[in-house]
């Protein structure tokens, strides 16, 4: 006996990315602006100036990736019942890239899914966090192994919140605009080789440029599928670094600017880029002082910690490797050999 159900997707889940002055905005429905402590004592007034609602509340959680956790996403959740938000109101994730994860995430599980809107405050979180509906929390076993796939309603990129952005902050955004340059655009990557991204209209067309790289690449594959899956390139290995430091060492976007290089290795040994094409991308990653080295100190813990990664299954790994500058290849068939041949290199350093 059999009953079938036939659901049809009548959601339009499209939505728009602001990339200037955030416009003034109300909202007639409870507003709940998630953020932590750092941001709001820098731009929370600026962000008031500019949004209403008709009930408005400030909810922080503790500053950095060690409390991207479920004790956080409690706190979140507990504000939300107390003012007994319901599935009209909407939550404003207010920060970088660990709020706007764990706010996305609260709002696809509060009463099954409410709206939000991201706003995202650092480099790294405007060109890529912010985009493409990706939300979660981290656990004692990885980085973002809890979440789920929420677009939000709105993207306001704003310039202005970069004006005080340290610099390794900046330099982790960085990174994050030349994983995109490496494996979907070679023109992009040139332009970024001779750019100064120090000057505010150059930044502003590079961010252009990574937003529409990932929009367009989110467009063809929402839910990671397949090609989607590119956009991780250096994070394969660049989770396992966060994960065996703790997450306090490296900045996300210093990690994966490591993993890149990882990567790059990787490729040369599969034939897939030259010497002379890593060398470039090493270039660029220290041209804004991100770190290219990393030492192993335990080849076969790091290496049965790639199993933990979201694209591995069973007993295989997916790897991203560029292919030159400009292309990538998705493979989960690369002999151990060659893996152990990379991570030998980096334990040697």
């Known amino acids: 006996m059999q009953v079938d159900i036939t659901l049809k997707k009548t959601v339009d889940n499209s939505y728009s990315i602001v990339i200037d002055e955030i416009p003034k905005i109300h909202f007639d429905t409870k507003v709940a602006i998630v953020t932590n402590p750092k941001v709001a004592g820098l731009h929370l007034g600026y962000l008031l100036s500019r949004i209403s609602a008709k009930e408005l509340y400030i909810i922080t959680v503790p500053d950095g990736e060690e409390y991207k956790n479920q004790q956080s996403v409690d706190t979140i959740l507990e504000s939300l019942f107390n003012h007994r938000f319901n599935r009209k109101s909407m939550l404003i994730a207010f920060g970088g890239g660990v709020i706007g994860d764990m706010t996305g995430y609260v709002s696809s599980i509060y009463q099954r899914g409410i709206d939000f809107i991201q706003i995202p405050t650092t480099l790294l979180s405007q060109v890529d966090a912010s985009v493409g509906g990706k939300t979660g929390m981290n656990n004692s076993y990885g980085k973002n192994l809890i979440g789920a796939f929420h677009q939000p309603r709105a993207v ?7 004006t005080t952005l340290p610099t390794r902050e900046f330099g982790a955004g960085v990174a994050e605009i030349v994983k995109m340059a490496v494996t979907f655009n070679k023109d992009f990557f040139e332009f970024l080789e001779k750019a100064d991204l120090k000057d505010p209209k150059v930044l502003q067309e590079a961010i252009k440029q990574a937003v529409q790289t990932k929009a367009s690449v989110v467009a063809q594959d929402e839910k990671e599928h397949g090609l989607r899956a590119a956009l991780n390139y250096g994070h394969t290995f ?6 065996e430091t703790q997450y306090k060492q ?10 890149m290089v990882m990567a790059n290795e990787t490729a040369i040994k599969m034939n897939l880029m030259d010497e002379k094409e890593a060398s470039r991308v090493i270039s660029l990653l220290k041209k804004y002082d991100l770190p290219t080295t990393y030492k192993i100190k335990d080849i076969r813990s790091f290496y049965e910690t790639f199993f933990l990664d979201k694209k591995s299954s069973d007993d295989k790994i997916t790897f991203i490797l560029p292919v030159g500058i400009g292309g990538v290849k998705i493979t989960d068939d690369i002999p151990l050999g060659t893996i152990m041949c990379v991570l030998n290199k980096f334990e040697a350093i």
């Open 156 to 162: 306001y990129i704003d310039p202005y919140f970069l």
């Open 238 to 243: 660049g989770h396992v670094i966060e994960n």
């Open 250 to 259: 490296y900045l996300h976007g210093e990690a994966v600017a490591i993993g």
